[in-house]
């Protein structure tokens, strides 16, 4: 690079070598799929919140199951993930109820099954993309740092043909390699917050779930 030319961003990453940018490119679209993955996960799981909020308050406010599984049946595209697990558990319950060889205890225990296949289902798609946050939270950081470590190596390397090295040969060089680990980290923090954050999200939901399969299970035993 010409030691004269300017130093603002766009300059340095066109002046950058291939290697450094093909890493500035694969940071840039990594982080661009990370936050859509950010902004999926963030009306997701307020969704899912707000929908547990609306069938809880309809559940203990309305004693009649029956009628609460057929509004379920009724709207069930539009129902959340609380919704389909008590319908899990409702219809499963019915259905064994009506076998007369069973005893209660099978029947609760067809029920509950019924209910935690659904609830691993609904905590699956919740949690789904979390994985490439957290990964993209680790590893952009070694990535940039591998495009500085690069960039770098070149810049010394152009010293050797300049017969006095100055600050002004140096720095563009320099310049260039550090934005690959500027943008390493520009795509690593808001991943590990949004995973940090939405982790916790996604398990508060988890044992509100749980919860709510454990009271939907009492309720069921004392249905006649």
Do not use: C
């Not at 340095?12 to 950010?38: D, E, K, N, R, T």
């Not at 899912?48 to 509004?71: C, I, M, N, T």
């Not at 940039?144 to 060089?173: C, D, E, K």
């Not at 988890?206 to 006649?224: A, D, G, I, T």
């Amino acid at each position: 690079m010409d030691a004269t030319q300017n130093l603002s961003l766009m300059p340095l990453i066109s002046g950058a070598s291939l290697p450094v940018q093909l890493v500035m490119g694969l940071l840039l679209m990594v982080s661009l799929l990370s936050w859509w993955f950010i902004f999926l996960k963030m009306f997701a799981i307020r969704q899912a919140k707000s929908q547990s909020d609306v069938f809880e308050e309809a559940f203990w406010g309305h004693p009649d199951l029956a009628r609460l599984y057929k509004d379920f049946l009724d709207e069930r595209e539009a129902a959340g993930s609380l919704e389909r697990i008590f319908a899990a558990g409702y219809s499963e319950f019915v259905k064994l109820k009506k076998k007369s060889d069973m005893d209660n205890a099978a029947v609760m225990d067809g029920a509950r099954r019924a209910m935690r296949a659904t609830y691993q289902r609904e905590m699956d798609d919740l949690e789904s993309h979390l994985s490439f946050l957290a990964t993209v939270g680790s590893v952009s950081p070694y990535v940039g740092l591998l495009g500085t470590v690069w960039g770098i190596m070149n810049a010394f390397r152009g010293l050797s043909n300049v017969g006095q090295a100055t600050l002004a040969h140096v720095a563009p060089g320099i310049a260039e390699a550090l934005i690959a680990t500027a943008m390493g980290l520009f795509a690593a923090i808001p991943a590990v917050v949004a995973y940090n954050r939405y982790a916790t999200d996604t398990s508060r939901l988890s044992s509100r779930f749980e919860s709510f399969m454990e009271e939907f299970s009492n309720v069921l035993q004392r249905q006649p």
